[in-house]
T-cell receptor, first 112, second 114 residues
Framework: DQQVKQNSPSLSVQEGRISILNCDYT??????FLWYKKYPAEGPTFLIS?????DKNEDGRFTVFLNKSAKHLSLHIVPSQPGDSAVYFC???????????FGTGTSLTVIP | EPEVTQTPSHQVTQMGQEVILRCVPI?????FYWYRQILGQKVEFLVS????????KSEIFDDQFSVERPDGSNFTLKIRSTKLEDSAMYFC????????????FGSGTQLSVL
């Protein structure tokens, strides 16, 4: 059962432009959402998170938007840089549980 | 910056053999996790561990799997009799507080079962 879905396996963006990565979830109990970045041969590293009490969280070039009614979140990277090229995972958790549910990831390529 | 350490980085084993994957979580963290990622697939939850016991486990985490925190610093995942389909990258993760707190991941152990 895929509770967190990232429907775009890959995305290519020109350097300097905006990258938008999308994530959908099905479980209405999820109340905490995270984005992780993963480079080859490394573990996922935390990028940004958002609680369900907010609809936006910003950290430098990274902004996460949460639309609870649509069960959708997105990660905006602006401006995109070549070093942002990585696989981005969306993850979600519920206060009542002990695990984080991950999507399948979106491979972002930022073209110089 | 403190980090989660995993050893070995690569493990090759024959089908049916036992393997132990080792992790040293960040020292003040209380919750520990094992995840795995089969090539091309999503990162899958295996098990969470808190207060010296399993707090949650997935369907994947059957009787062939076990976890242990033998000495207060190491956190191990044992697979008793490996199968071909156990081939994956295994990630250990830890966090200070389960509620609304991010996970810190290790760099993973690539397990190849031949």
């Amino acid at each position: 059962d895929q509770q967190v879905k990232q429907n775009s396996p890959s995305l290519s963006v020109q350097e300097g432009r905006i990258s938008i990565l999308n994530c959908d979830y099905t479980n209405s109990m999820f109340d905490y959402f995270l984005w992780y970045k993963k480079y080859p041969a490394e573990g996922p590293t935390f990028l940004i998170s958002i609680s369900s009490i907010k609809d936006k969280n910003e950290d430098g070039r990274f902004t996460v938007f949460l639309n609870k009614s649509a069960k959708h979140l997105s990660l905006h990277i602006v401006p995109s840089q070549p070093g942002d090229s990585a696989v981005y995972f969306c993850a979600a958790s519920a206060y009542t549980g002990n695990q984080f549910y991950f999507g399948t990831g979106t491979s972002l390529t930022v073209i110089p | 910056e403190p980090e989660v350490t995993q050893t070995p980085s690569h493990q090759v084993t024959q089908m049916g053999q036992e393997v132990i994957l080792r992790c040293v979580p960040i020292s003040n963290h209380l919750y520990f996790y094992w995840y795995r990622q089969i090539l091309g697939q999503k990162v899958e939850f295996l098990v969470s561990f808190y207060n010296n016991e399993i707090s949650e486990k997935s369907e994947i985490f059957d009787d062939q799997f076990s976890v242990e925190r033998p000495d207060g610093s190491n956190f191990t995942l044992k697979i008793r009799s490996t199968k071909l389909e156990d081939s994956a990258m295994y990630f250990c993760a830890s966090t200070t507080d389960r509620v609304n707190e991010k996970l810190f991941f290790g760099s993973g152990t690539q397990l190849s079962v031949l």
